[in-house]
């Protein structure tokens, strides 16, 4: 079984910047997929952003956000940049064994959460 932990969530003004952090508890994290959804109030979860030995982006974060791991620690980084209020929402950081995926029904593995809020 795979425990991920989010943190780094919180309140930050449009145009700021914020760190997730996704730590797993997986003795063979270097080889998982790992990525990051999120969903907005009253909207479906979408993709953010995934990796494992290629790294894919939303269309609507490309730029803006970075995905990084760091295998040492087991952790799995979302770096995100020019914040714009739509990117409100609670990110969820999943995880798979064997498929780097943009479809969330393809990780068998999920953290509780953590809510961003990008005031205007």
């Known amino acids: 079984q795979v425990q991920l932990v989010e943190s780094g969530g919180g309140l930050v003004q449009a145009g700021g910047s914020l760190r997730l952090s996704c730590a797993t508890s997986?003795?063979?994290?270097?080889?998982?997929?790992m990525g990051w959804f999120r969903q907005a109030p009253g909207k479906e979860r979408e993709f953010v952003a995934a990796c494992r030995y290629s790294t894919y982006y939303a269309d609507s974060v490309k730029g803006r956000f970075t995905l990084s791991r760091d295998n040492a620690k087991n952790t799995v980084y979302l770096h995100m940049n020019s914040l714009k209020p739509e990117d409100t929402a609670v990110y969820y950081c999943?995880?798979?064994?064997?498929?780097?995926?943009?479809?969330?029904?393809?990780?068998?593995?999920w953290g509780q959460g953590t809510q961003v809020t990008v005031s205007s």
């Open positions: 997986g003795r063979t994290f270097g080889l998982y997929a």
């Open positions: 999943a995880a798979d064994e064997t498929t780097l995926s943009r479809t969330q029904r393809d990780y068998d593995y």
